[in-house]
């Protein structure tokens, strides 16, 4: 169980279903609690006495897979010129962007993140058969009750492996890995998909050009998979949220006006039942976002660091959420670390939401840029208000 000061402490072996990962908001992993899943149980089953309590009880988790999907259509700072009263200079000192990827009316994020999964998988050499996890961090699902059954579906996963949706918009991933960790060091599972994608330009007036200039949509994911702790891989994290500043970044649901609904000849129901909704597009104070962020996002990492053991001199590469190059030089200048140390593709495709870091890993792992035994600080944030950061190693 997680204890007071957030370490793990071993517990006698027992089973559960379903699986509920338990942390706290910053913690280091430790020894891992003995906590085995029905959905994998009959694993254990299979095993002798002595092999069956190893399952758990030593165990790590590494990233060993990664793969990204981006559409197709390629929207310029230029081409938004023709829509709003912008230009290239004015949207790229301002956010360090000067592309982005928008879906069409042919295209799906499902489908997106499906091929982003599926690299990963090849990447890791692993079966879509042995997947016992699928993560869909986003906040923009083509169903209302979630997309990963269908990504879990079209992937191939035959023996039904867990799959459901995780909202927490450009804090999702971060939430997926830490949550995916969770399943393997406390629940046994051995090959967890984490998935971010979304589609904010689904979401977005594009007669605003605060906000229209500023994203795009794409799709990454990771493969997390279970291993000895001495080859962990996911050191510590910090996660937090504060509903008071949902005032500054939000798409609140909206009724549909001028909708009435067919009742009795005695009316009596009229005006009582609930119109059809749907959501606004996205409000941001961009000014409040600016200053929330670079506030918070420094010192969180400076936590997860100092739960882990380590110091800023540990870190080989800073990856943020892909929102605004300012806010991502800011943070960089405030632990000190070069800008050679960063990762940063926002030129190409702006702010993706949950798909911003593991679009980023995977572009700079198969560049070569990022290289196994590397020790990476990843941070999201955003909507909610929600912040979070992880330590973690590649390969």
């Not at 909708?259 to 009316?267: A, D, K, M, R, Y």
Request: aromatic content about 6%; charged content about 20%; hydrophobic content about 40%.
């Amino acid at each position: 169980m997680a204890n007071a000061s957030g370490l793990f402490t071993p517990a006698p072996p027992r089973t559960c279903s379903p699986c509920t990962p338990i942390y706290r908001s910053a913690f280091s992993f430790s020894p891992t609690p003995r906590i085995l899943c029905s959905s994998i149980a009959h694993r254990a089953e299979k095993l002798p006495p002595s092999h069956q309590a190893q399952m758990v009880d030593s165990r790590g988790c590494k990233l060993v897979g990664c793969g990204s999907a981006v559409p197709s259509l390629q929207i310029s700072n230029d081409d938004l010129s023709k829509i709003v009263d912008t230009n290239d200079e004015w949207i790229s000192v301002r956010t360090g962007i000067r592309n982005r990827r928008i879906l069409t009316g042919k295209d799906s994020l499902t489908d997106l993140a499906t091929e982003a999964a599926r690299k990963a998988l090849q990447m890791a050499e692993v079966d879509p058969e042995e997947v016992d996890l699928v993560l869909m961090c986003t906040s923009t699902p083509e169903d209302l009750f979630g997309s990963a059954p269908q990504i879990q579906k079209a992937l191939g996963c035959k023996h039904n492996p867990l799959a459901y949706d995780i909202t927490a918009a450009c804090s999702g991933f971060v939430l997926g890995l830490v949550s995916a960790a969770c399943y393997i060091k406390g629940g046994g599972f051995k090959n967890v998909l984490v998935i971010g994608a979304d589609a904010l330009s689904r979401y977005v007036d594009w007669n605003d050009r605060g906000s229209c200039i500023l994203f795009g949509d794409a799709a990454g994911a990771v493969l997390m998979q279970a291993c000895d702790s001495d080859e962990d891989g996911l050191f510590s994290f910090d996660m937090h949220s504060d509903g008071e500043g949902q005032r500054h970044l939000n798409a609140k649901m909206k009724e549909r006006e001028k909708e009435h609904h067919e009742l009795g000849t005695n009316g009596s129901l009229l005006g009582l039942l609930p119109r059809g909704s749907s959501y606004s597009c996205i409000q941001m104070n961009g000014k409040e976002v600016f200053r929330f962020a670079v506030r918070v996002v420094p010192h969180s990492i400076e936590l997860a660091l100092a739960k882990a053991g380590l110091t800023r001199s540990s870190i080989d590469w800073l990856l943020l959420h892909q929102a605004n190059q300012r806010i991502i030089d800011a943070v960089a200048t405030r632990l000190e670390l070069s800008s050679e140390r960063v990762i940063s593709n926002l030129a190409n495709y702006g702010n993706t939401s949950a798909a911003s870091i593991p679009l980023a890993l995977d572009e700079a792992v198969r560049s070569g840029k990022v290289q196994a035994g590397h020790t990476i600080a990843a941070a999201g944030f955003g909507a909610g208000l929600t912040w979070g950061s992880a330590i973690i190693r590649w390969g």
